[in-house]
């Protein structure tokens, strides 16, 4: 069985770092990309970046280019989701989700979510 | 960054037909990508209601059908049940290989 199983709730004041994870199961983590979305609380659905584990080719939406970083350790079948320096603006609940096959096929598994609160 | 065009929201009697429609461009739908569909119910993860535009997956009931046509898409319910209250996304990509979704809608079922 596919699963995706994302790392808990943080709560983190504004400035600091951050990274959470998403690892795979059930199937080769290094044959599918891996997309992360964001979203907001009471909005919609914000596509960030997506990500390759076999060779790490990564995807930016132009909104999350620069503000965070997409990475993935094919040797422990995760990706993460990274940020340098939170703002509360990136006080959201972040999915990530693998496409059936190709970048461009939809989101056939999703991950529980991860909650991030960034508050001082 | 590309945008994908939904209304806020539709509403419908139980056992109607109701459609939900996503505007693109030429850049995402009418450039021949793909739409993909999903409903999201409170405090849950998105789930695959329509891939590749006219698909089902196993599972999703024949209630739910989708279309396109030129730079917009739209998704069909028939049928309407309460079970079917919630927010659906469209989704996209444009010419960079970079997804998009739509601003979403919420049904709701008087």
């Known amino acids: 069985e596919v699963q995706l199983v994302q790392s808990g709730a943080e709560v983190k004041k504004p400035g600091e770092s951050l990274k959470i994870s998403c690892k795979g199961a059930?199937?080769?983590?290094?044959?599918?990309?891996i997309g992360w979305v964001r979203q907001m609380p009471g909005k919609g659905l914000e596509w960030m970046g997506i990500?390759?584990?076999?060779?790490?080719?990564?995807r930016y939406s132009p909104s999350f280019q620069g503000q965070v970083t997409i990475s993935a350790d094919k040797s422990i079948s995760t990706a993460y989701l990274q940020w340098s320096s939170l703002k509360a603006s990136d006080t959201a609940m972040y999915y990530c989700?693998?496409?059936?096959?190709?970048?461009?096929?939809?989101?056939?598994?999703w991950g529980q979510g991860t909650l991030v609160t960034v508050s001082s | 960054q590309s945008v994908l065009t939904q209304p806020p929201s539709v509403s419908g009697a139980p056992g109607q037909r109701v459609t939900i429609s996503c505007t693109g461009s030429?850049?995402?739908?009418?450039?021949?990508?793909?739409v993909h569909w999903y409903q999201q119910l409170p405090g849950t993860a998105p789930k695959l209601l329509i891939y590749d535009t006219i698909n089902r997956p196993s599972g999703v009931p024949d209630r739910f059908s989708g279309s396109k046509s030129g730079t917009s898409a739209s998704l069909a319910i028939t049928g309407l049940q309460a079970e079917d209250e919630a927010d659906y996304y469209c989704?996209?990509?444009?010419?960079?290989?970079?997804?998009?979704f739509g601003t979403g809608t919420k049904v709701t079922v008087l």
């Open positions: 989700a693998r496409p059936q096959a190709g970048v461009t096929s939809s989101f056939d598994y």
């Open positions: 990500i390759y584990p076999s060779d790490s080719d990564t």
């Open positions: 989704q996209s990509y444009d010419s960079s290989l970079r997804g998009v």
């Open positions: 030429s850049s995402n739908i009418g450039a021949g990508y793909d």
């Open positions: 059930g199937y080769s983590f290094t044959s599918y990309w």
